[in-house]
């Protein structure tokens, strides 16, 4: 099962920011926070992952709370293309990990 | 860099027919993953390999479907017979071996 709790569904204006909240109480302390999103029809898109830290790249902020026991994905000004389900979840990184997807949280963005 | 490719992108078959889907993964790339996706869901692992060896393989309906990985490269993924609950979307996955995973476009099965 999931290792993660995310809001169902959410709604952003364009241009405005969406903050994506992710609990994951029970995360280990070898476990990272990946975010994937899912556009309609296509495959799972990697946004950005972290340990403890926070993250930005180009896509996307990652903020890891000081107990690691939840975190948030932060879009910085989301466009209409930004709609898609987003995924966060808890992976060891070694291998023989998978990711165990739950059902994500739907981010509607409109005009 | 090419992505991961995956053919064909939908698949309508009749319940008890035979289908393989093919993946060809990242280059360099020696962990893949096969995924099944049920409307509604998120993705739930079928089948990992390490280069042409499984990893885990626990999820995977052995009585109806295989898979294989020949030469540690592409891999194809095969349901025989199919049955009604068989409809989903099938993706695959690659990943440096202990790296981030990126997904290919996915096949659409329909089992009518």
């Known amino acids: 099962d999931a290792k993660t709790t995310q809001p169902t569904s959410m709604d952003c204006a364009e241009g405005r920011a969406a903050n994506l909240p992710c609990n994951h109480s029970?995360?280990?302390?070898?476990?990272?926070v990946y975010w994937y999103r899912q556009i309609h029809s296509q495959g799972p898109q990697y946004i950005i992952h972290g340990l403890k830290n926070n993250e930005t790249n180009e896509m996307a902020s990652l903020i890891i709370t000081e107990d690691r026991k939840s975190s948030t994905l932060i879009l910085p000004h989301a466009t209409l293309r930004d709609t898609a389900v987003y995924y966060c979840i808890v992976r060891v990184v070694q291998a023989g990990t998978a990711l165990i997807f739950g059902k994500g949280t739907t981010l509607s963005v409109s005009s | 860099e090419a992505g991961v490719a995956q053919s064909p992108r939908y698949k309508i078959i009749e319940k008890r027919q035979s289908v393989a889907f093919w993946c060809n993964p990242i280059s360099g790339h020696a962990t893949l993953y096969w995924y099944q996706q049920i409307l509604g869901q998120g993705p739930k692992l079928l089948i990992q390999?390490?280069?042409?060896?499984?990893?885990?393989d626990s999820q995977l309906p052995k009585d109806r479907f295989s898979a294989e990985r020949l030469k540690g490269v592409d891999s194809t993924l095969k349901i025989q017979p199919a049955k009604l609950e068989d409809s989903a979307v099938y993706l695959c996955?690659?990943?440096?071996?202990?790296?981030?995973?990126?997904f290919g476009p996915g096949t659409r099965l329909t089992v009518l």
């Open positions: 996955a690659s990943s440096l071996s202990t790296g981030t995973q990126y």
């Open positions: 390999f390490q280069n042409n060896g499984v990893v885990d």
């Open positions: 029970t995360i280990s302390g070898n476990e990272y």
